[in-house]
């Protein structure tokens, strides 16, 4: 399995439906139109039987880092550092739950984020959790922020010590 970019001539983007309305949305009206602009990526997990049907997606990009909501050994660590790497959206299709997809794409991601990382360093990767994904997050080495649970983050060097074990 290899994800691709998101190609709004092939991909049926109308027809993915995660339950959450808003991804939905971001996949069907968004997605391409941040790509075309530099802002993000999106990449999608395509059916083998019929490629033009998307099994799940994730979107990269940047964010700010606001240092004082992380452990101070995590502070002091990346004192004057002001970026992370961001999953900003992942889903997969409702029809396709439970079957390791999430945690494929989840791995996924990661890799291409510790590739990013090692060409343009930064110390961590964040992600904006729907509430009831917080515990798949966790399950894979994300720790909540302080007193934001549904923001969570892994530092690169344990991405990258995780992805070795795999
Ligand atoms: C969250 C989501 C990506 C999980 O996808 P999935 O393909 O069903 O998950 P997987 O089959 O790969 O599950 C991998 C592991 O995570 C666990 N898991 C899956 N969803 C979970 C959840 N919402 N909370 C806690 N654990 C979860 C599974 O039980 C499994 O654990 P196991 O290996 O011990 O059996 C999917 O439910 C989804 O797209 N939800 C809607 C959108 C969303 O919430 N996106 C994430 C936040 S932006």
Redesign the pocket.
């Known amino acids: 399995m290899r994800t691709v970019p998101l190609n709004k001539k092939k991909h049926n983007r109308k027809g993915f439906d995660?339950?959450?309305e808003s991804?939905n949305n971001y996949l069907r009206v968004m997605a391409s139109q941040q790509t075309l602009k530099d802002n993000t990526r999106t990449y999608v997990l395509e059916d083998a039987k019929n490629t033009s049907q998307i099994i799940?997606y994730y979107t990269l990009t940047m964010t700010f880092l606001d240092l004082t909501l992380l452990p101070r050994k995590l502070q002091k660590k990346h004192t004057n550092v002001h970026s992370a790497g961001l999953?900003a959206?992942?889903?997969?299709?409702?029809r396709?739950?439970?079957?390791?997809?999430?945690?494929?794409?989840?791995i996924d991601s990661l890799r291409k984020l510790l590739h990013a990382s090692e060409t343009v360093a930064f110390p961590l990767v964040v992600?904006?959790?729907?509430?009831?994904?917080?515990?798949?997050?966790?399950?894979?080495g994300f720790e909540s922020f302080l007193d934001m649970p549904n923001k969570l983050y892994m530092t690169i060097s344990n991405i990258r010590k995780s992805l070795q074990k795999i």
């Open positions: 995660c339950g959450i991804l799940g999953i959206r992942l889903a997969v299709d409702k396709y739950f439970k079957q390791g997809y999430g945690e494929w794409l989840l992600v904006d959790s729907k509430e009831g994904a917080i515990e798949f997050y966790k399950k894979f």
